[in-house]
């Protein structure tokens, strides 16, 4: 596939959507429509795998070169898609009566697409585009349940924070233009290249403040992350899902564009910037999600930390000459693993929770709190098998073997140590054993807490979903020892070496 026939996976979305729209309108059971939108995403899964080493050369990419197929926009596309099917079986029983499933399908479709859009943009603009088509989308659906106010609240304060930091975005941008006469990222880079004098102006000072700004409020950095815990709280758990494993990751995806290639002539200036964010997030992240009693709200504060994490990617590629060019592939190619393990681990452990409070509330009744971690007591002996895949979620989610989230995390941690951070790479590993004291705090309550009442009947498509999050975990941390030479480190690295030219890694 080359030119536009390289977009058929997002043009098939595109016309899912519309067909769930239409037939909506015409059909009284739409629980069909939820099994068309899986039919959907997995065969545009299935194009993205078929070609996940597909590259567009600029001159013959879709556009005018402003979206450009390649493994690193593949590797983003099928972390949105498996997301996308993990939260689309899940909604088939949390809105399997809904009468306004037409209306969560279409939103959930096109976020995904405007996900993959921002993936595979080479010029702001389209980025832009992307961006907004996701987030509108997303700004829909976290206010779903209307009749409930913490959903409408979580809504408001996603939208609001949402609209500001996209015109921090826009802001920061259109500096970036003025400065270089183009939006395309590939000229912004070279246009630093041949005029360093463009890094030292101090227009393109504020178009970098605005820039990490926008970005922060998108990645939930700390302090930008205020939105991010009332948001995933309130937020139905299968949106939230959506929100934390797709959202920001497609945040991460636009910055790893902008920064490491467009803005790269400017990294001794974000080199700061991002050291201070990278650690301070992991830690605010982490010593906040200990004291939580909301499951939902801990792993919110979790999902930031992990944030901290993946940032450290910024950190070592502006260390570059000082790290090595091979330290500097293992952090931007641990970096897009992390970002697809957590992606995996965070979007089962939201389902988890829907599966949890689904089950409280059919079976105890209407609670104050479904989410509080004292529901979580005796989980093991009331719902075994939610209790079990939640626990091996939870840890993938803290780095432990044999699952996907140790692996990701081993080579990020390594690539500080690689380019000579070691005291980065501490801090790192400080958090992450931090971060298993929360988690296993809720295992802890699950397995030795005293059940409150009689058994659970668990739901099997939320079973479904949860064992389909867990299989791929452990799939993809045992595939280099089934297939030498195959895995998707392999595939990660790929990615990575499409964006560091310029550090002629």
Partial sequence: MVGYTALLPEGLLLATAVIVLLTGLFITQKKILGYITLVGLLASLVLVLKDWNLTAPFEDAPFYGAIVVDPFSQIFSA???????L?????????????????????MLLAIVGMMVVAMSKDLVAL???FELASISTYAMAGFDKRDPKSIEAALKYFLIGGLSSSMMVFGMSYIY?????????LIAAAFAADPALATTPAILLAMVMLIAGFGFKMAFVPFHMWAPDTYEGAPSIVSALLAAGSKKMGFAAAFRIFIVGLIAMK?????AFTILAVVTMTVGNILAVVQTSVKRMLAYSSIAHAGYIAIVFVIVAYYPDASAMAVTHAVTGGLMHAFSHALGKAGAFI????????????????????????YNGLGKRAPITAFLFALLLCSLAGIPPLFGFTSKFVLFLASVEAGLLGLAIICVLNSALSVYYYAK???????????GEAFIESPTYLFALALAVIVLIALFAMPFATPGDSVYIWAETAAKAILPALEV
């Fill in 79 to 85: 972390m949105f898609l498996v997301v996308g099917i």
């Fill in 87 to 107: 939260v689309c079986i899940a909604a088939l029983k949390a809105y399997g009566e809904h009468q306004r499933q037409d209306e969560f399908y279409s939103l």
């Fill in 128 to 130: 832009f585009i992307g």
């Fill in 178 to 186: 003025g400065l270089t006469g183009t939006t395309n990222i590939d």
């Fill in 268 to 272: 001794a200036d974000w080199y700061i």
């Fill in 352 to 375: 988890a929770v829907a599966a949890v409070g689904y089950m409280i509330l059919s079976k105890d009744g209407k609670v104050d709190d479904p989410n509080h971690i004292d529901n």
């Fill in 442 to 452: 809720v295992v802890m309550r699950m397995y030795w807490g005293e059940p409150g």
